[in-house]
Structures are given as structure tokens and as C-alpha cells.
């Protein structure tokens, strides 16, 4: 059971010893989606003498969910980076709070607080690639509404599951590995993928057609249910490591 006094106080805690960590990471988001928008809008516009503001190629607004999901799934493998080495496990393993309460509280980092600095960043991102493009092509451009970018989605609750169900498999790869947690998840998803691949051959497109005739409340319900059998997996593993270190 998880005490809120002590999740509050191990959040507190953890927030405060790593906010290097989460400020580099939310510079990384800015520069990542800074950018590569400016450079794909510049591109078009020095080939196809497009209007930086009417580009098709604006990467913040056609792949937000994307970048979501990759810059997401690379923070979620850190979530058990306090572990990495015996003298973090050690200090980790002297914090007063239990297994449940450490993994909820990077459960909260992750799904909450993320998603949150993202948004922020988003918009620190597209204001400034509208001020370079206002500035260096004297540009009428304007900044592009959260709500536009959501509702360009093609069903944002069902890509927000999906999303929360592509990150819980990167929360229970790096419990699994200690180390390149996020290249060896991706090695393992690729080779299911391929597998899957090479089934939906053999079996003459069975699976993909059970997707294709599910109800898209069905699909969140399943994207959820897989999210949480992960994140139970995921806390079995921590329990699992932390009893190891005793």
C-alpha cells in the first residue's frame, strides 16, 4: 500500500536530487523540437519555395504524437538509472519508503510529469521557431494551438493509451537491464515485430485483421490492461532487485 505522505516525501526527495537530470531533459526536448522543424520548414522552403508558416513539413504539428512516444520512451528507460551502479543501489536501498512507493513515484515522473514538461517545451519550441522564421523571412507566422495538435490526432485517447502502453514496455525493460536498457528493449520489440511479421505472412493477414474489425474502446481497454500487466511486471522485477541487494 502506498502511504501519500511518503510518496509525497520520496517525490520531494527524488525531484530534488535529480532536477540536473530533468532539467537537461527538458533542454533536450526544446532543442529536439526546435530544431528539426526549422531545419525540415527551411528545406522545403529553399526547394519548393514553400512559405515556412504553410509548410507541410512542420514536424511539431504532423508528428506530435511521435515525439511524444520517442522522446517518452527514452525517459522512461531511466527510470531505474538510481540503480545503474551497487553505490546508487545502496543509496537507494537506505531511503525510507518501500519498493511500491519508489516505483509509483517514477510512475508519476513518467506518466504525469512528463507529458506536462513536454507540453511546456512544445510551446517554448514552436514560439521560437516562429520568431526565427518571422525574423530571418519576415514570415507572418503564428504559433500552433496544444488543442490543434491534440485534435490533429487521430483519436487522441486511443493514442494516449497506446502511448502509455509503448512506454510501459520501456518501464519494464529497464528493470530488466540494468544497462542500455532502452537499445535492448528496442532490439527485443524489433524482433517481435519481425515475428509478427513473418506470422501475419504465414497466416494470411489474420492478425491485422482482428485490429481492423475492433472496436477502438476495445482497443484502449487492451492497450491499458497490457500497460498495467507491464507496470506489474515492472514492480515484481524492482522487489525481485532490491531483495538481491540485502
Given at each position: 500500500m502506498v502511504h501519500l505522505k511518503y510518496f509525497y516525501s520520496n517525490l520531494k526527495n527524488d525531484i530534488c536530487e535529480k532536477k540536473k537530470t530533468f532539467i537537461i531533459w527538458f533542454m533536450i526536448i526544446y532543442v529536439v523540437l526546435t530544431l528539426i522543424p526549422i531545419l525540415l520548414e527551411y528545406l522545403s522552403f529553399e526547394r519548393n519555395n514553400i512559405n515556412p508558416?504553410?509548410?507541410?513539413?512542420?514536424?511539431?504539428?504532423?508528428?506530435?504524437?511521435?515525439?511524444?512516444?520517442?522522446?517518452?520512451?527514452?525517459?522512461?528507460?531511466?527510470?531505474?538509472?538510481?540503480?545503474?551502479?551497487?553505490?546508487?543501489?545502496?543509496?537507494?536501498?537506505?531511503?525510507?519508503?518501500?519498493?511500491?512507493?519508489?516505483?509509483?513515484?517514477?510512475?508519476?515522473?513518467?506518466?504525469?510529469?512528463?507529458?506536462?514538461?513536454?507540453?511546456?517545451a512544445f510551446k517554448f519550441a514552436d514560439y521560437t521557431r516562429v520568431a526565427f522564421f518571422n525574423i530571418y523571412y519576415s514570415a507572418n507566422c503564428y504559433p500552433i494551438s496544444l488543442v490543434n495538435a491534440i485534435r490533429h490526432c487521430y483519436n487522441p485517447v486511443l493514442e494516449f493509451s497506446a502511448g502509455l502502453f509503448v512506454q510501459s514496455i520501456f518501464i519494464l525493460g529497464s528493470t530488466i537491464w540494468r544497462r542500455k536498457s532502452f537499445i535492448k528493449t528496442v532490439a527485443i520489440v524489433f524482433s517481435l515485430y519481425i515475428t509478427l511479421v513473418i506470422l501475419e505472412t504465414q497466416f494470411g493477414g489474420f492478425i491485422s485483421s482482428i485490429f481492423n474489425n475492433m472496436n477502438w474502446l476495445i482497443e484502449i481497454l487492451v492497450f491499458l490492461s497490457l500497460s498495467l500487466i507491464n507496470w506489474r511486471l515492472g514492480y515484481l522485477n524492482l522487489r525481485i532487485n532490491s531483495n538481491k541487494m540485502k
Open positions: 508558416c504553410c509548410s507541410p513539413y512542420n514536424a511539431n504539428y504532423i508528428y506530435f504524437p511521435l515525439w511524444l512516444y520517442l522522446l517518452g520512451s527514452i525517459f522512461a528507460s531511466t527510470t531505474m538509472v538510481s540503480i545503474n551502479s551497487n553505490s546508487k543501489q545502496n543509496i537507494s536501498l537506505n531511503v525510507q519508503v518501500t519498493a511500491l512507493e519508489k516505483y509509483v513515484t517514477h510512475l508519476f515522473i513518467i506518466i504525469i510529469l512528463f507529458p506536462v514538461a513536454f507540453l511546456v
